[in-house]
Every structure is written in structure tokens, then in C-alpha cells.
């Protein structure tokens, strides 16, 4: 997927005549965001999280089938439950991702002084005319311009994050608890115990 969005970029950018669109700082943002968000999200870093999540989701499905032998209306909240949970961790996740989208021109421009730094023949001009120090600033500027909102943003992402793990846990502690009480009571045999703890900790797997 990668390979082919790349190959779409390089045919979009040239198709026009000349090389003025390439020197417009929109366009170059664009140009990076294609290839991934702040460098570490691309489209095809999505292909193998989709995979495993259509399998979690029906191993959490079979195991809420499972739980429901014991008690539908059990099994039904906490599949509900750990859904809502999930459908908030994507959203928040989808918004974390968008927000990252504002700093592109920054986080381009701090790579450009990055490489002058890092390339022979800007490095020996850079020494020459004693910018070094300048550039080092410009870098450090720029970076920061990234890395502190985007701090900001993970400590949103980290309450959202822990609110959905208390209310899944809460979730799975009365459920679990409902089955050990039933167990208790003679109600349910034990292979009936392990059975329906193990459900209760597949339907999570998602």
C-alpha cells in the first residue's frame, strides 16, 4: 500500500508542467503527510493492525456466545461494554491522528535542518560561514514546535485511555464475579468455571 501511494505521488507531481508547484510549502506539507503522519504512521502501517482486529473481534464475539450459556444479559453488557470502550479508544485515536496533521510544516521544516546538519557539502558551508549555531536553534525551534503539543495531546490520549481500561475492568470484575458466586453456590461445576472465566477474558480480546 505504501509502494503505491508513493507511485501516485511521484505521477501527481509530475504531471504539471515545470517545477514551481514543487516549491510550495502547502504542497510539500501534503507531499509528507502522504508518506506518513510525523513519520510514523503510513497507510500501509494500517494493513496489519485491520488483520488482527477482525480476528480479536471474533474471537471476543465467540466468546461472548460462550458466556451467554451462563447468562445472555451478562454476556450482552460486557460485549457492550468493552464495544463502547473501543469505539471511544478509535475515536480518540482517529482525533490524535488528525490533530498530528497541524504539525507537518514544522516537523519539515526541522527535518530540512536536520539534513543541511547531516549533508558533506551544506555541513562545510554551514562551518565555514560559523552557522552552526544557528542551525542547531532552527532544529531545536521546530522540534519543539512538534514534540510539545504533541506531549500535550498524549496526556488527553492517556485519561481517555485509562478511563475506557477502568470501565472494561469494572466490566470483567463483576462478570468474573458473578460466575465465582454461581460457583460457590454449587450452581455450576467447575469445568463450568474455567470455562466461563475463560470467555469472560476473550471477550476482552479485542
Known amino acids: 500500500m505504501d509502494e503505491r501511494l508513493r507511485e501516485r505521488v511521484i505521477l501527481a507531481l509530475n504531471r504539471p508542467i515545470g517545477i514551481a508547484h514543487l516549491e510550495d510549502p502547502s504542497l510539500r506539507d501534503r507531499i509528507e503527510r502522504a508518506q506518513g503522519i510525523t513519520g510514523f504512521y503510513t497507510a500501509g502501517s494500517t494493513v496489519g ?107 488527553r490520549g492517556d485519561r481517555v485511555h485509562g478511563a475506557a481500561a477502568i470501565l472494561g475492568q469494572l466490566a470483567a470484575f463483576a462478570a468474573t464475579s458473578a460466575v465465582a458466586l454461581a460457583a460457590s453456590r454449587r450452581e455450576i461445576d467447575l469445568t463450568a468455571l474455567v470455562t466461563y472465566l475463560g470467555a469472560i477474558g476473550g471477550v476482552g480480546q479485542r
Do not use: C
Open 49 to 155: 493492525p485491520i488483520a488482527n482486529m477482525v480476528s480479536l473481534w471474533l474471537q471476543s464475539a465467540g466468546s461472548a456466545v460462550i458466556l451467554a450459556r451462563f447468562s445472555p444479559p451478562l454476556a450482552v453488557t460486557l460485549f457492550a461494554t468493552l464495544a463502547l470502550t473501543s469505539h471511544y479508544l478509535r475515536t480518540e485515536y482517529v482525533r490524535s491522528i488528525a490533530t498530528r496533521t497541524e504539525f507537518t510544516a514544522s516537523a519539515r521544516r526541522a527535518g530540512y535542518f536536520r539534513d543541511l546538519a547531516l549533508v558533506p557539502g551544506a555541513g562545510k558551508e554551514l562551518r565555514l560561514w560559523g552557522m552552526l549555531d544557528w542551525l542547531t536553534a532552527r532544529f531545536v525551534e521546530h522540534t519543539q514546535r512538534v514534540i510539545l503539543p504533541m506531549a500535550q495531546d498524549r496526556r
